[in-house]
């Protein structure tokens, strides 16, 4: 049975091992108003300058994936609001024609809550007992599990947002599965673009802003 003064060196320990991860999570540049605000807007940008020249290919996209790093960055809120603003503009100024309006309500949902996601898995990974934050993520549970919620995000959009359609075109949930099976193959193409772009993609550019902010 551990002794005392050994219980009270190991928390000691502990104490010292969270000072120290909370200051290598710890941003000086986060914590000033105004960079932020700069930050949402160079997110913002980024989301819709690539949704722009991906527009014209069928269900290829790094719209979904920077809207989550931006949450990771930043945090819920500011995530939230780069997936608002991002998704107000690209999707109402669409190359290819506005959304009709219950899609649109759909879809700032959808990307404010794909900030919300990337904020909360950002505070996981800061969190010690969770991940090293500081440990390359080029690693096998990192990147399955970046892939694994790049592949839930865009699977839960391509089938929620067919869903909206189908209520809004035709009223009824009868046409449902024959709308998603006659754009089967565009959904697969989406579902594993954004997954493996999760996996390759995500951890680098993580690396490389956590570099030059931290």
Request: with cysteine.
């Amino acid at each position: 049975m551990a002794t005392k003064s050994e219980v009270k060196r190991s928390s000691d320990k502990l104490e010292i091992l969270d000072t120290e991860q909370e200051r290598a999570n710890y941003s000086i540049w986060l914590e000033k108003r105004s960079f932020r605000i700069a930050l949402i807007s160079t997110f913002t940008a980024l989301a819709i300058v690539l949704g722009y020249l991906l527009a014209y290919i069928p269900n290829i996209e790094l719209f979904t994936l920077t809207i989550f790093l931006a949450g990771f960055i930043l945090g819920k809120r500011d995530g939230m609001i780069t997936g608002f603003l991002s998704s107000f503009t690209f999707c109402f100024f669409n190359p290819l024609g506005a959304s009709p309006l219950p899609l649109f309500a759909f879809q700032l949902t959808h990307y404010s809550i794909t900030g919300l996601v990337g904020g909360i898995i950002g505070i996981l990974f800061k969190k010690r007992r969770v991940f090293e934050f500081n440990d390359d993520l080029y690693k096998p549970s990192v990147m399955t599990l970046f892939g694994v919620i790049g592949a839930l995000i865009t699977s839960s959009f391509q089938f929620l947002s067919a869903l909206v359609e189908v209520l809004s075109y035709f009223g009824t949930l009868d046409e449902y599965v024959p709308y998603l099976m006659t754009g089967l193959i565009f959904t697969v193409v989406h579902i594993i673009g954004n997954t493996l772009g999760f996996i390759f993609i995500l951890p680098g550019l993580i690396q490389l802003i956590k570099k030059m902010l931290y």
